[in-house]
Each structure stands twice: as C-alpha cells, then as structure tokens.
C-alpha cells in the first residue's frame, strides 16, 4: 500500500479528500502520498493540497479545486452562491513546486543529492474541461479533470515524464529524504519525556504536605507516617528549613535533621547545600555522624556489638554532657524505622529541652528490614500520609499488597512494570542486559539504577573500594547508572529501575526488601528474578500484579 503522509490527514474541501482517495487507491507500494504540505521561508508562505513522490519517475505537487472552477478568457474563477472570484491554479501549484523544491534542497536530509524531477498539475474531480482544452502554462496532460479519475496516477506518470528537463527521476532513499525535509524529524513522546513531567510537579509540596506543615507549626513531639512514594523525605526536609528560618512571629531554631543509612544522608546534605545559608539545620547527617562530632569513636564496620549497643551508650553520654549551645532545639529524624530502642536516648539527650523540645519523626514501618526495632521513648502525636505521589499508578499497584496500610495513587501515568523470569544465578546477566534495554530506549543514565536484594552488583563492590563508603554513595548523582543494594537505598529514587532478586527467598524479612526495592522506581520498573522466589518473598498477589503465571513457577 502507499505510505500516506500523514496517515489520516483533516481536509477543508472534499474535493481534496476525493482526489487523496482516488491516489490512495492507484498509487504503489514504493509511493508516497502527502497532504496538505506547508513550508515557509524567507520569500513567503507556499502550500501544496497534494504531493505525490514515485521513485523511478518524479515528484508532483497538485493543487485541488472542486465544483465551480471554470476558465473564460479573462483568466480562472471560482463560483459559488452567485459570486464570482478570480483564481489561478496553475500558478498556485508552480508557486508551490518552486517553494517546496527549494526548501528540500536547502535542507541538511537532502544532503548532496542535487536535482531530481518536479512536476505540477491540476485536479479538478468534480468538473470536466474536455479532451482539447488546455492553455499555454497548463498542458492538457497536466490537468486531470472529472472524467480522469479512474486513470490518475498513470496521467501523473505521463505528467511528470513530459516535466523533467533532463533531470534524473528520484529514487528511493531520494523520496525518503524528501519525506524527512517536509515533515521534519518524527519524535515520539518518550517516557522520558513524561518523566521530566512528574519530576518537576513533584518539586512542589502537595496540598496534603503543606496541611501537614501547618499542623506541625502547633505541635512540638510528632510522627508522620506514610508508605513508600507518599513524600516523607520532601516533607522531613521542608520541616527542617521551616523549624530553622522561623517566621510569624516564632524565632528560628537549631535543628538537627537525621537518617541511619549514608545514602538518604548525601541524598540530605546535597538538598540542603541548596538551600539559603540561614535556612540550613545546624547539622544534617546520619546518627552515627551525629555523634562523632562530639568525639565518638569511628568503630570498625563489621563489628555489630559496637554499632548496636557500645556506641548508642557513649552516645548518650556524650550528648548528656554537651553545652546547651551545642544542643538543639528541635530534631528531625527521617526513615525512623532504621532506629534501634538505644539509639533514642542519645536523640532525646540532644535537645535543649527533653521535655517540650521538637521531635518530628518520619516513619514506614514495612521499610524495616533491619533486624532491630526500636520506637522513641516519648509519645508523639501520629500523622497519616496516605497518598503516593511518586510512583506511577503502574508501579504503586504492583508493590501496593505490600504496604503497610492502603495508599491512593497520585503519581500519574506510566508503563506496565515487566517482569522477566530467570534463574537466580543469572539474574545479575539479565538484569544488566535490561539496564542495556533501558539505556537504548534513550533513558539518560544518571535516571537509572539497578538494585540487587541478594549479592551486590560487582560494579557496587568495585566502586565502593574505590571511593569508600561515602564517595560512593556521592555517585547517586553522577550522571552514569547507579548499582545498589536494597539495604542502603531507601528514601533514594531513581526514574528506571532495574530491581535484581538474585537470592532464594529464604532470608529474614524479604517482603520489606522486595517492597523497599520495588519502591525506588518513579517511572519504569523492571522485576528480574526467579517466579518461585518472588512470590515467596512477596505472596500471590504481587505475583500475579507482576503477571507471574504457573507455568513460569514450574
């Protein structure tokens, strides 16, 4: 069939779309047939109501006019209602030939291919001239009347050979051309497209949040929970700055805002470093920063007694001796699930004043894949978040069995998440192979991240060595694909993810890391893994959101 550019055009006239019809039906495979063609340089408008591209014989630019055209020796008219105006459609489509050969061959598509043959004509389908007429500028070959309707295209043939002047017909790859120079580069909207989108939106609080906000203004001991995608992390920042500029009549505070995982805590402080120097909290950074800048010990990494119990006691200690201008007014602590029992009374011993000074803590519950638990000793008055505003519908629906209590979706819409069945023991190939996929499909590599819940990634481990713990973690933002591990990545999000279940299913809290881990993809999210494994970590219902079937399990 021809190529019809466009496909389905919008005529003003129906004597434009009868013509288009009657091509459309005689034209061939290698034709093509354009409507409605503009371009526009700097000696004026030119519009042609068809063009016809036939490799091996030339380019024709048609100008339609319907019931009412005749010719007397004053020239060309148009009669309608009893009125009579002057036209000339000869001139219109040589005007037209000129104008859009001329922007063709001036066009980078064109390249060096020089000149091909053009020809003109006009149509008239709902009028007959006879066999004999035709004029000095308008051979009767060149105008194709009612009764040439059946045998258009061979007519236009007959035209456009009669038309070249010694200039070579065009050939495929010229017709292609020049279908790129009249109608531009196609762009489809890509996801990406879509992503920058929902990204900016998100920049700004949601009319929840700010409620939020102003609730907190009247409330000193807090804590706000909300599933994953819900904004806790927007909010935790914004009630850091807030609690610090002051404003209304309130003086601004020390404040200290805090996470347990280095990530969440670079993710913290490149925020911040943002912000105006007076609306930055006094200290922003993990507990363990938190008690290193009163003389706290380093500790060695793999030694669990000291993270865990040694040093949440000096901690405590260390806080209880502080100068009350050391101290702070108010504290923040985002992803407060992370926060063992003893890890609360150095929080606490920090505060100027432990009985009324501020709390605001920022919670989910589900996101505790830490063997420890902990709540903070005073009471705080609990607030609900219960809208997810970062994830697609798409990605908030396949994660949604495994949220600690029902959430509505807000964050648009997005693909299907997909998932692709493998062997454990190859889910890191697999995996890397749809980082590949996604990176063809011109996702930018700084918005993709692979994340694994077993083994971490060789490229994880590489980098790590390199730059140490905190210098990778800076690679969050660096423009190349992130590779992490579902332990440190909460409160971090990336617009494609690849998520990487390269284990058994057999280890300790698996449905908060599958949770955690599916939760990191604003935009694409992509389920590597073994079906048996999957629903054992995350039960049939993700399972069969995912599109696991039988016969993958088996």
């Not at 292609?176 to 989108?197: F, K, Q, R």
């Not at 819900?230 to 805090?258: I, Y």
């Not at 918005?447 to 490229?459: C, I, N, Q, S, W």
Request: net charge negative.
């Amino acid at each position: 069939m021809v190529r019809l550019v466009p496909e389905e055009p919008n005529f003003v006239t129906q004597s434009e779309r009868e013509v288009w019809q009657r091509l459309r039906d005689q034209l061939g495979d290698d034709d093509v047939l354009m409507a409605g063609v503009w371009v526009t340089d700097t000696d004026g408008d030119y519009e042609a109501d068809l063009v016809v591209a036939m490799p091996g014989t030339g380019i024709c630019v048609i100008e339609v006019k319907g019931a009412g055209v005749c010719h007397d020796d004053d020239g060309w008219w148009m009669e309608h209602d009893g009125e009579r105006r002057p036209v000339d459609p000869v001139a219109q489509a040589r005007k037209a030939k000129h104008g859009l050969k001329r922007h063709v061959e001036h066009q980078p598509r064109w390249g060096s291919r020089g000149h091909v043959a053009w020809g003109h004509g006009v149509i008239t389908p709902y009028t007959a001239f006879g066999p004999d007429f035709q004029l000095p500028d308008l051979p009767r070959w060149a105008l194709q009347d009612k009764n040439d309707l059946d045998t258009l295209v061979g007519r236009l043939r007959r035209n456009l050979t009669n038309l070249q002047h010694g200039q070579r017909p065009p050939d495929h790859d010229d017709v292609e051309a020049l279908v790129d120079a009249l109608t531009g580069p196609v762009t489809v909207p890509a996801m990406a497209d879509y992503s920058d989108e929902r990204a900016a939106a998100l920049d700004h609080l949601t009319d929840e949040q700010a409620m939020l906000l102003r609730v907190t203004r009247l409330l000193h001991r807090v804590e706000v929970r909300g599933g994953a995608g819900s904004g806790k992390t927007v909010l935790a920042l914004q009630q850091a700055k807030e609690l610090t500029r002051g404003g209304n009549g309130r003086p601004g505070q020390r404040v200290a805002l805090l996470c347990y995982s280095i990530g969440l805590a670079e993710f913290l402080k490149t925020q911040v470093e943002s912000w105006d120097r007076r609306h930055r909290p006094a200290f922003v950074g993990t507990y363990h920063e938190f008690g290193r800048q009163w003389g706290a010990p380093e500790g060695e990494r793999t030694d669990s007694a000291f993270w865990e119990e040694e040093l949440p006691r000096l901690m405590a200690d260390l806080a209880a001796e502080q100068p009350h201008g050391k101290k702070y007014d108010a504290i923040v602590v985002d992803e407060a699930q992370d926060f063992a029992d003893s890890w609360w009374a150095a929080v606490t011993g920090a505060l100027r004043d432990e009985e009324q000074g501020g709390l605001y803590v920022f919670s989910d519950e589900n996101q505790r894949i830490f063997g420890r638990f902990g709540r903070p000793p005073v009471p705080l008055v609990p607030l609900v978040l219960d809208h997810n505003l970062r994830n697609t519908k798409q990605i908030h629906e396949a994660f949604g069995p495994l949220a600690p209590s029902r959430m509505y979706s807000r964050g648009g819409e997005g693909p299907e998440v997909r998932f692709v069945p493998c062997a454990s023991d190859e889910a890191l190939e697999v995996a890397d192979d749809e980082v590949d996929s996604l990176l063809d499909a011109g996702w930018e590599p700084g918005h993709v991240a692979l994340v694994t819940t077993g083994k971490r990634h060789p490229v994880q481990v590489e980098r790590t060595d390199f730059h140490g713990q905190v210098g990778y973690w800076k690679t969050w933002w660096h423009d190349e694909v992130f590779y992490g591990h579902v332990l440190g990545c909460k409160g971090l999000e990336r617009r494609a993810v690849v998520l990487c279940v390269n284990e058994t299913g057999s280890q300790d809290r698996g449905r908060e890391r599958l949770y955690v881990g599916m939760s990191r993809a604003t935009d694409v999210l992509v389920v590597v893994g073994d079906p048996t494994v999957i629903e054992t970590m995350g039960g049939p219902s993700v399972a069969r959101r995912l599109g696991i079937t039988q016969e993958e399990k088996a």
